[in-house]
Each structure stands twice: as structure tokens, then as C-alpha cells.
């Protein structure tokens, strides 16, 4: 009897020792949870999710304090990805937040441009070029299309313009498949 | 030497309807009435327009300039004068636009001046330099700059030519090989001597008896190793990987080149353009196409880079019932959305289609898993696995089966008995594979970017903090200095509370202030001669009995 209380104590000791030591040195830092969520999430930073950035809302997502369908530059497949990692059930966008539009980046009509700077202040991603005063500009291949310019502009000379499709991102469309000739 | 010929797993045995075209030489394709020259050569690669509309151009002058690593120059193909620089359709599949130069034949075909280059006496660096200058890249059909290609340092064994043309129709390499065999071996010469390669082998199948014979009298006499090797005609025995498997036996694995394994691969038609840039000073500003399939007079032509797709055509008086328009061969070829579209470097052959010639693919039906596509697979995948991926989207999952060591030859879709077009399938996933690395990457910029604001904006104002404590910490340390010195009574009680301290600042800020203005009186009044100073003094008189009288005047009125 003593002998089996003694090695099932030992056992226990040595197997929570093991576990002690394992919980400190396999630590891991940060949340890795938030960071597959943050990989998933587009980085257009438009904070139409109704946190201050994707980062804020993939934390929010991992402390369960948001849901999956806040997103709406991630559109359908974005959820479906976080709903894969998480482990949930798929849900259509909450329309709440806005509707999945294709993707398009900020023009500034140059000649309206009053040289304000609040739209320089407003780009979460530092893509608009300008000085007090002085015409600003977009620069296109660093736009998110997150359009947090076009509010704060007094004169309205900010627009949203559809990404065309150029050689580089033309692809090969999904194959129609003819199934039968219909006489 | 090479003993023996080795297989490469796979292939077909098409109809190759190259006699259509095989008897024809090459003409000189006449001058069209406009030339509409892209800057893009590539998806890769674009260049830098140096030219404005108006301007006159000799055949031959250089209109675009390389602007990246993977870019050449672009050439004027005739002399004429640039009409306009504008987007115009290019020779893709999806009829997309870009730059180009438009240019109006004079019809004098003056050249510019071509000096040539001993390439033996200069340095490789510089004759690769030439090349890029010259607007030289691969006349296979992929464009891929020579200068990279043969700019690699060291280590390269065998130089293979590429005169396999494996698909059917096509026949310019094999007249090019007929007619112009020294010039394509004079190119193979320099190239052997930029690469460094020990051998030259000329790969050419066997169904171009006239070709082996026309290169092999042109390396008559040649010393060094070089040698004409007929390969047994099987589709495609002129991919890179095949033609190198079949003549040295090395396969080439996943993610590596020919280079890698001291072989390197160079098509007939760049050694023909190489030869012409080196030794005759001419860039590459046409090549030989071959126009065939519903035409009358098929043949082949020398065509200047620029030249209409419907110039062309009408060259080979495309019959009545001609449907579409396929750019390149019948198996890797493309159909062409319009047919104003320029002819390209790469554009080696139009095939007019018919009903009869191409009859419409019957429907598609299921994929019955007979595993036809699999044995003709030259690359060793197994296409049926890769067609459901693709089909059900499962990209990652056809990425694990090699989706991108597909060559999209085209074996697959011609022997499945369902017909299944499934290189459209694969074109699709790859493409789809691409925009979502695109994505990843922009997306990762854009992180990368909004936390750098972040960082900078928390930056900014932890500054502008400190800036404001120590601006503080200095007027206080300022003030008690003063204050430990003048007696003044306010001064003297100051450290009691935060109100007279704040009031003897104001205070001592007057007093600068005053100070200040004193200093910045009238500057004016330096450095007066002795009459200006007079007048001055008298002025001042005249103002101070004035202002006497006025106080005077004044005065029994303010009582």
C-alpha cells in the first residue's frame, strides 16, 4: 500500500516537475493564435471591422470579444479561412460592416487638391504623398483601398477607382465546361 | 561526345501538317503601312520609351531602354517616323492593352549605323551588355533575355541548340536551320564562348532531314566539338527539359535549371539573332514566322517586330471558312482575341483555323480515371490528380503535386478520351495560385507599413513630450538663476506657490521682450553721414515742438 502511494507520489512529482520545467522553457511569446488570424486578415486597416486596425480586431477575434464576420475586404473567403482556423462554423458578412467590393484604390482629382494634409493624416499605411499647400498623390502600388482618405477631405476630391486589370494580373478564367449541345 | 540518346517519359505523336509550309523559303514579309512596336516584350519585363511622336527613326534605332534586370531594348523595325505612343491590344490572350510605338514606314529602310563587336577581345560582361542593348531574348516563344541566360558564371558543360520544333505546323525554325544554317552556327559559336560551354549540340528531329543536313555542312571543318544530333520526332521533344534529357540523359528535378547541370539551352532562331547582333551590329528587329493551316499559300516569312497579325495573315490568303486566329502552334499556341494585334518576338506561327482543319472540341465529360494523362505526361505529373485540385479550387493541394513543373504542353488535353481540356484547368490554378501570392505580399507590405506608422506616430509624440518637459525644465532652471540674483520681492517668494512663479515668467518674458524691442529700434538710423544725421536731429526737434504745441492745445480740453 505505502509502496504504491510512494511510487504513484514519485510518478507524480517527476511527471509535474517534467511539465513545470517544459512550461518554462517552450514558452511561447505573444499569442501565436493572433497571429494566424492577423495573416489571414487583408491588412486594408479600414477599420470597418470597428476596431483601429486588423491587428486590434485579430486580438479581438482570439479573446472571443468579436466574431469572424466583421471583415469586409476579406469578403466570403476570408471568412472561410478564419472560420477553418478557428474551428466555427462558416457565416455569411454581417452587413453591418459594409459589403465586399472589388478591390480599388483612392485617385485625388488634382485639380480640386487644396493641399490640406488630411488626407495624409487619415492613410493608415502612408500612401499619399504631399505637403501643406501642395497638390497631394496616391501612391497606387501602396494603397489598401481602405478609403479613411475620403472623409476627411473638405473638398471631396478623393474617388474610388476599381483596380483595372492589367497583363501582369490577368488571369485564366475557371474553364466553362460545355456539357452537352442542346439541339 | 554523346553515345547514345536517351527518352524522356511521356509524349505524343501528333499529325505535324508541317509540309504545308516545309517547301516554302523564307520571303521578306513586305512593309506594312503601320508598325506598332510594344515596349512590354513579357509580363516580366517592359521598357523605357525614349522616343516622342514625330520624331524620325532609322531601322534599327533603339526606342525603348531596359529599365530592370530581366528587360532588353526595343528597336525601331524600319525607318519611318513615330506617329504616336499609345495602348494599343497586344498579341496575349486576353487582348489586354499596353504601350506601344506606333511608326510609319518611309519605305527607305535606311539603316542606323551597326558597328559590330569582337566578342573573342571583349570582356563577357560587355558582349552580354551588346546583347541586352540588342534587344536579344529567346525565339523559342518564352522571351527570356539571352543575357541572363548566358551570363551565367561558369560551370556550363554543353551548349544544346534548340531546332527540335516539336509542335506541328510550325515550320520557321526548320526553314531558318535550311537557309540560314551558317548564321545560326556562327551565333552558336559566340555563344559558346559566353557561356564557357565545352560543346555545342545541335538537337533537331528527324522528321527535318534537310535541316540536319544544311547545319551539319555548316559545321564542316569546325574544330572544337560540336555535332548534329536527329532526335526521333515526339512531342514535345523541344522543351528544354525534354531536349536536355534526351541528349545528355540529365533530368532535371523541381526548382532547377538546365544551368545547374552544365547544360544550357538556346533555340536556333536566338543563336541566328545573336550571330546577327554580334557580327553584323543588327538588333533583333525581325524574325521568321511561319503563317499556315487555312491559307492558301502557306509559308514562311521574315516579318518585322510590329508588323499587324491581319498583315500577316493576308500574306498567306487565309480561305473563305477561316474561323480563328491561333497565334503560336496548335498546342501551346493561343487564340488570338483580335487580329490587330502586333506580331511579337515570340510570335513564331498564325494558324488559321477551319471547321474541317480544327473541328470545335466535342463536350466535355467526366474524367473517367484511366490514367491516359499520366502516361503521356512529359513532366512526370500525374494530371488527373492536378485537374481535381484545380477544379475543386484546392490550390495548396495541387501545389503539393508540382501544378507549376506542368509545361502546359498540351499532351494531357489531346489524349484524354473525355476531353477534358485540362491545361485551361492548370492555366487557371496557376494564375489564381499567383493573385493570392500577389495578395499575400501587398498585404504584408501594408502591415509592415501601418505598424511603421504606428511606431512613428507614438515616436512623434513621445518627442514632442520630452521636447516640452526639457523646453520647462530649462525656463525653470533659468528662472530660479535670476531669481537667486535680483532681490526683488516677487522673485523672493516665487518658489511658494506655482502662481507667482508663472507670473514672474511673464514677467522676466516682458522684460525680454522690451529688451528685444529696444535692441530692434530703427536700424535705419546706423551709420548716418553728418548731413542725414542733422536732418534727423532736426526732424526730431520739429517732432518734439509739435508734440509740445499739440499737448499744449490739448490741455485745456482734457480738463
Known sequence: MLTAILVMTGIALVLGAALGFAAIFFKVEGDPLVDNIDAILPQTQCGQCGFPGCRPYAEAIANGEADINQCPPGGEEGIRH???????????????????????????????????TLCIQACPVDAIVGAAKQMH?????????????????????ITMEPLKENVKTWKWKYPVIQIKDVA | ?????????????????????????????????????????????????????????????????????????????????????????????????????????????????RPTLDYQSTSPKEALAWLRDHGIVGLGGATFPSHIKAGVDGGIETLILNGAECEPWITCDDRLMRERADGIVAGALILKHLTGAREIVFGVE???????????????????????????????????????????????????????????CFNVGTA???????????????????????????????????????????????????GRILMGGPMMGFELPRLDVPATKATNCLIATSPALFPPPPPEMNCIRCGACAAVCPAELQPFELYWFSRARNFGKAQEYHLFDCIECGCCSYVCPSQIRLVDYYR???????????????????????????????????????????????TKAKLAATSADAPAP?????????DDAKRALIAAA??????????????????LTPAQAAQVAEADERRAAKAATDTAADAPESN
Not at chain 2, 510 to 527: F, G, M, S, V
Request: a negative charge; one cysteine or more; aromatic letters at 4%.
Open chain 2, 490 to 498: 516677487a522673485a523672493a517668494d516665487a518658489p511658494a506657490s506655482p
Open chain 1, 82 to 116: 478564419l472560420a477553418d482556423l478557428l474551428g466555427r462554423e462558416f457565416k455569411p458578412l454581417d452587413e453591418e460592416h459594409g459589403v465586399e467590393k472589388p478591390k480599388s484604390v483612392a485617385i485625388i482629382d488634382e485639380e480640386t487638391c487644396i493641399g490640406c
Open chain 2, 1 to 113: 561526345m554523346i553515345a547514345g540518346l536517351f527518352r524522356f517519359k511521356g509524349g505524343i505523336k501528333p499529325e505535324t501538317h508541317k509540309n504545308a509550309s516545309a517547301g516554302a523559303p523564307i520571303q521578306i514579309a513586305p512593309l506594312p503601312k503601320q508598325l506598332i512596336v510594344p515596349l512590354r516584350q513579357s509580363p516580366r519585363a517592359t521598357a523605357e520609351c525614349i522616343v516622342v511622336p514625330g520624331q524620325k527613326v532609322l531601322k534599327g534605332e533603339r526606342i525603348g531602354l531596359p529599365d530592370s534586370p530581366l528587360s532588353t531594348a526595343v528597336h525601331a523595325p524600319t525607318s519611318g517616323t513615330v506617329v504616336e505612343i499609345t495602348p494599343h491590344a497586344m498579341a496575349h490572350p486576353s487582348g489586354l492593352q499596353t504601350r506601344c510605338v506606333v511608326i510609319e514606314p518611309d519605305g527607305d529602310e535606311r539603316w542606323v549605323e
Open chain 1, 137 to 157: 498623390v496616391i501612391v497606387e502600388a501602396e494603397c489598401t483601398g481602405c478609403e479613411l482618405c475620403i472623409a476627411p477631405c473638405p473638398v471631396d476630391c
Open chain 2, 428 to 474: 487557371f490554378a496557376k494564375g489564381e495560385i499567383w493573385a493570392r501570392e500577389r495578395e499575400k505580399s501587398a498585404a504584408d507590405a501594408a502591415r509592415e507599413r501601418f505598424e511603421f506608422r504606428n511606431e512613428r506616430q507614438a515616436r512623434e509624440k513621445r518627442e514632442k513630450a520630452e521636447k516640452l518637459a526639457a523646453k520647462a525644465a530649462a
Open chain 2, 206 to 264: 528527324d522528321n527535318k532531314p534537310q535541316a540536319i543536313e544544311a547545319l551539319r555542312t555548316a559545321i564542316h571543318g569546325l574544330s572544337g566539338d560540336i555535332t548534329v544530333i536527329p532526335v526521333p520526332s515526339l512531342y514535345p521533344a523541344g522543351g528544354e527539359k525534354q531536349l536536355i534529357r534526351v541528349l545528355t540523359g540529365v533530368e532535371i528535378p523541381h526548382g532547377k535549371l538546365g544551368g545547374d547541370f552544365g547544360v544550357q
Open chain 2, 510 to 527: 516682458l522684460e525680454r521682450a522690451k529688451a528685444q524691442k529696444a535692441a530692434a529700434e530703427p536700424k535705419n538710423t546706423d551709420a
Open chain 2, 272 to 322: 541566328y539573332a545573336v550571330n546577327r547582333a554580334i557580327n553584323h551590329g543588327e538588333p533583333l528587329v525581325s524574325r521568321v514566322m511561319t503563317v499556315t493551316g487555312n491559307v492558301e499559300k502557306p509559308g514562311n516569312f521574315e516579318v518585322l517586330i510590329g508588323t499587324p497579325v491581319e498583315a500577316l495573315l493576308a500574306l498567306g490568303q487565309p480561305k473563305a471558312d477561316t
